[in-house]
């Protein structure tokens, strides 16, 4: 987990670029012409909106700088010395600090001045005002170009910086300068630092992982330290001081047995006595390097008693290693990691929330409950592996060995009832077991159930019939005889059509175009009925006839006719004229007629048509908005076309924006 991510600061412009960035961004972003004709108040909001316009872009703008930037009291203690060592300390707040000030400034400046452009009395005294708030807020931003310079290389720099987590588990590697350190973080990390043979190759802090346990290490390789006072130590140095100072980690103190680095044994056992109070409540392992040119027994006894004097003052051990041959590495790396593991442990345990977790653990201890002895089970397996004789009478018998005992598959029946627990075991192997208080289902079937059932069915029938009587008399009796016969008719009749409808094979054929019709007289039709030896009398008659009453109105069906004729006699019956009835046939006529057209059109009347007609133009009017060709047409159009979006707005134009 990186806890800071530097690479994502942006970048700081130069005092110029910042000056030029922000008025053109209010040229762009602002009206820039004022028309003949306006009223002042509208003066005033033209120039107004371009000096709150500014004095927003740059405060928004030094507030991003200012927050992107870390602050040294709110960090890791490591990193605030690291850029106190690296930038100084003083000079970064100082930037910063004049950074806020400049912002402080300007929004001075920008209150200032609108409080004046609202009292202005003319066009040029507005934008005389509105000059000299730019300017001022300009002049105040150059001022600051030596700041934003500084920040810029500031960030550059911590762009370049190793992301280090500090609360990982980490190793640190220090010695005098090539002594093998970035060799070995070569070795066991991906990581890939210069190597040569000379002295202060590295001159900054290198990170590289390694995998250990399933756990994720970080291995750090710091410059090479001398042996001089603190004060005296350049800013290369300074680093590693830094990470040996903050960082918790397993310190792997390298000594050059060889002497190739340059310094003697015990001038890299002065370093070690000179920088050991950083070692304070850390891990430790005194690394031997380049074992391959120099054997730890071919030391003379001054210098290995050197090297084991420094290792008994911290109590730690020294492990031989090779960086040429690999002899030796992985054994540093397990040490390490394992020493640092249990540091760790070690550290949480002395912690106060060991204890509160300790206070709030309860170890149960079971009491024995008889005295029955009850022995530990061993696995013949376990018992074979320690040599041990088996247990008597360890194995079970099984459904698979009565199985084989008694035939094997095929033959052997397996008992599923053996294992019932029942109140009474006699009653494992009864046809129907007993299921509720001495009970079974036999004790609850009837034998003649059957019979009766039989019985029931008839009853049933019985009073469905003599419910249908009853139900066929009460409708004869609400009708009388004319008008039980005139639905008599009625229902013949209906049977009738839909017979007719069922048994017409004609509607199941595919209509024949006019084009394959040929038209013949009714002349041509009875010369041929004729040939034929049909009398064509009857068919001639039929056709003028159908010819005649071909219109607008429709002929009444036989049914209609019958209806209608029943009720004339009805009214004669009960006395009314003539005359009446006719009236009142002929006007039934009219209404069927218009019911007729009435079932042919969806709506009641002309208002429910004018208002469908109404509704219809209403739910056209999104579309045709919309540009649409129909409710199917899905196209979706430019929403910003770019010759409406693009380049310097003029006065008067927000509308289409």
Same mark, same amino acid.
């Given at each position: 987990?990186?806890?800071?991510?530097?690479?994502?600061? +942006?970048?700081? &412009?130069?005092?110029? @670029?910042?000056?030029?960035?922000?008025?053109?961004?209010?040229?762009?972003?602002?009206?820039?012409?004022?028309?003949?004709?306006?009223?002042?108040?509208? #003066?005033?909001?033209?120039?107004?909106?371009?000096?709150?316009?500014?004095?927003? !872009?740059?405060?928004? %703008?030094?507030?991003? =700088?200012?927050?992107?930037?870390?602050?040294?009291?709110?960090?890791?203690?490591?990193?605030?010395?690291?850029?106190?060592?690296?930038?100084?300390?003083?000079?970064?707040?100082?930037?910063?600090?004049?950074?806020?000030?400049?912002?402080?400034?300007?929004?001075?400046?920008?209150?200032?001045?609108?409080?004046?452009?609202?009292?202005?009395?003319?066009?040029?005294?507005?934008?005389?005002?509105?000059?000299?708030?730019?300017?001022?807020?300009?002049?105040?931003?150059?001022?600051?170009?030596?700041?934003?310079?500084?920040?810029?290389?500031?960030?550059?720099?911590?762009?370049?910086?190793?992301?280090?987590?500090?609360?990982?588990?980490?190793?640190?590697?220090?010695?005098?300068?090539?002594?093998?350190?970035?060799? *070995?973080?070569?070795?066991?990390?991906?990581?890939? $630092?210069?190597?040569? &043979?000379?002295?202060?190759?590295?001159?900054?802090?290198?990170?590289?992982?390694?995998?250990?346990?399933?756990?994720?290490?970080?291995?750090?390789?710091?410059?090479?330290?001398?042996?001089?006072?603190?004060?005296?130590?350049?800013?290369?140095?300074?680093?590693?001081?830094?990470?040996?100072?903050?960082?918790?980690?397993?310190?792997?103190? *390298?000594?050059?047995?060889?002497?190739?680095?340059?310094?003697?044994?015990?001038?890299?056992?002065?370093?070690?006595?000179?920088? /050991?109070?950083?070692? +304070?409540?850390?891990?430790?392992?005194?690394?031997?390097?380049?074992?391959?040119?120099? /054997?730890?027994?071919?030391?003379?006894?001054?210098?290995?008693?050197?090297?084991?004097?420094?290792?008994?003052?911290?109590?730690?051990?020294?492990?031989?290693?090779?960086?040429?041959?690999?002899?030796?590495?992985?054994?540093?790396?397990?040490?390490?990691? @394992?020493?640092?593991?249990?540091?760790?442990?070690?550290?949480?345990?002395?912690?106060?929330?060991?204890?509160?977790?300790?206070?709030? =653990?309860?170890?149960?201890?079971?009491?024995?409950?008889?005295?029955?002895?009850?022995?530990?089970?061993?696995?013949?397996?376990?018992?074979?592996?320690?040599?041990?004789?088996?247990?008597?009478?360890?194995?079970?018998?099984?459904?698979?060995?009565?199985?084989?005992?008694?035939?094997?598959?095929?033959?052997?029946? $397996?008992?599923?009832?053996?294992?019932?627990?029942?109140?009474?075991?006699?009653?494992?192997?009864? =046809?129907?077991?007993?299921?509720?208080?001495?009970?079974?289902?036999?004790?609850?079937?009837?034998?003649?159930?059957?019979?009766?059932?039989?019985?029931?069915? /008839?009853?049933?029938?019985?009073?469905?019939?003599? *419910?249908?009587?009853?139900?066929?008399?009460?409708?004869?009796?609400?009708?009388?005889?004319?008008?039980?016969?005139? +639905?008599?008719?009625?229902?013949?009749?209906?049977?009738?059509?839909?017979?007719? %409808?069922?048994?017409?094979?004609?509607?199941?054929?595919?209509?024949?175009?006019?084009?394959?019709?040929?038209?013949?007289?009714?002349?041509?039709?009875?010369?041929?009925?004729?040939?034929?030896? $049909?009398? &064509?009398?009857?068919?001639?008659?039929?056709?003028?006839?159908?010819?005649?009453?071909?219109?607008?109105?429709?002929?009444?069906? !036989?049914?209609?006719?019958?209806?209608?004729?029943?009720?004339?006699?009805?009214?004669?019956?009960?006395?009314?004229?003539?005359?009446?009835?006719?009236?009142?046939?002929?006007?039934?006529?009219?209404?069927?007629?218009?019911?007729?057209?009435?079932?042919?059109?969806?709506?009641?009347?002309?208002?429910?048509?004018?208002?469908? @007609?109404?509704?219809? /133009?209403?739910?056209?009017?999104?579309?045709?908005?919309?540009?649409?060709?129909?409710?199917?047409?899905?196209?979706?159009? @430019?929403?910003?076309?770019?010759?409406?979006?693009?380049?310097?707005?003029? #006065?008067?134009?927000?509308?289409?924006?």
């Amino acid at each position: 987990m990186v806890v800071y991510n530097f690479k994502q600061i +942006a970048v700081v &412009p130069t005092a110029k @670029d910042f000056v030029d960035i922000i008025l053109s961004k209010t040229q762009r972003k602002t009206p820039t012409v004022v028309r003949t004709g306006y009223k002042i108040s509208r #003066i005033r909001r033209f120039y107004l909106l371009k000096v709150k316009f500014t004095q927003q !872009n740059y405060h928004d %703008r030094l507030h991003q =700088i200012l927050d992107e930037f870390p602050r040294l009291d709110d960090i890791h203690p490591f990193y605030a010395d690291l850029i106190n060592i690296l930038y100084s300390k003083d000079h970064y707040k100082l930037a910063l600090g004049q950074l806020n000030v400049a912002k402080t400034l300007i929004d001075g400046v920008g209150k200032d001045y609108l409080k004046l452009i609202k009292y202005g009395d003319s066009l040029y005294r507005c934008k005389e005002l509105k000059r000299a708030a730019l300017g001022r807020m300009c002049t105040v931003m150059k001022k600051l170009g030596p700041s934003l310079a500084y920040l810029e290389q500031v960030r550059q720099h911590l762009s370049r910086l190793p992301s280090i987590d500090p609360s990982t588990r980490t190793l640190i590697i220090t010695g005098y300068p090539n002594v093998g350190k970035s060799s *070995f973080i070569n070795k066991v990390t991906q990581a890939n $630092v210069e190597v040569q &043979p000379y002295a202060f190759t590295t001159k900054s802090l290198f990170v590289g992982h390694c995998d250990y346990k399933y756990m994720r290490w970080q291995v750090l390789d710091t410059p090479g330290i001398l042996d001089h006072p603190l004060e005296e130590r350049n800013t290369i140095e300074m680093q590693a001081v830094t990470a040996l100072a903050h960082l918790h980690a397993t310190v792997l103190f *390298f000594i050059d047995i060889s002497e190739q680095c340059g310094y003697s044994i015990e001038k890299q056992c002065a370093l070690f006595e000179s920088i /050991k109070p950083l070692f +304070a409540n850390k891990p430790l392992l005194i690394v031997a390097n380049k074992i391959d040119a120099r /054997k730890l027994e071919e030391l003379n006894s001054s210098d290995r008693e050197r090297i084991e004097q420094i290792a008994q003052s911290r109590d730690t051990q020294i492990v031989p290693m090779s960086n040429a041959t690999e002899e030796g590495i992985n054994n540093v790396m397990t040490k390490a990691c @394992d020493m640092l593991l249990t540091n760790r442990v070690e550290k949480a345990l002395r912690s106060k929330k060991v204890d509160n977790i300790v206070n709030r =653990i309860h170890i149960a201890k079971p009491t024995p409950r008889d005295n029955k002895a009850r022995p530990p089970q061993i696995p013949d397996s376990v018992l074979a592996e320690r040599g041990l004789p088996k247990e008597p009478n360890s194995e079970k018998k099984t459904e698979r060995d009565i199985e084989l005992e008694n035939g094997g598959p095929g033959v052997y029946t $397996v008992d599923m009832r053996k294992r019932w627990q029942l109140e009474n075991p006699e009653w494992k192997y009864d =046809i129907i077991p007993e299921i509720i208080d001495g009970k079974n289902v036999a004790d609850f079937i009837d034998p003649d159930i059957e019979a009766k059932l039989v019985e029931l069915e /008839k009853e049933e029938e019985e009073l469905e019939a003599q *419910f249908a009587n009853q139900m066929e008399e009460d409708e004869e009796s609400e009708l009388d005889e004319d008008t039980a016969e005139l +639905a008599q008719k009625i229902k013949d009749r209906k049977k009738v059509i839909i017979k007719s %409808r069922s048994t017409d094979l004609s509607r199941n054929r595919a209509p024949m175009p006019r084009s394959k019709l040929q038209e013949t007289s009714i002349e041509d039709a009875e010369e041929k009925l004729a040939e034929r030896g $049909v009398d &064509p009398s009857k068919f001639a008659a039929t056709v003028r006839a159908r010819s005649k009453s071909r219109g607008t109105k429709r002929t009444r069906d !036989n049914a209609d006719a019958e209806m209608e004729d029943a009720e004339q006699e009805e009214s004669t019956r009960r006395g009314r004229s003539r005359g009446r009835s006719e009236t009142r046939s002929a006007s039934k006529a009219r209404d069927a007629s218009s019911a007729s057209r009435r079932s042919q059109s969806p709506f009641r009347n002309v208002k429910q048509k004018l208002e469908a @007609d109404k509704q219809k /133009k209403k739910s056209q009017t999104s579309l045709k908005l919309n540009a649409r060709q129909g409710e199917g047409d899905r196209h979706v159009f @430019d929403e910003k076309p770019k010759h409406l979006f693009s380049g310097k707005r003029s #006065i008067s134009k927000n509308q289409r924006r």
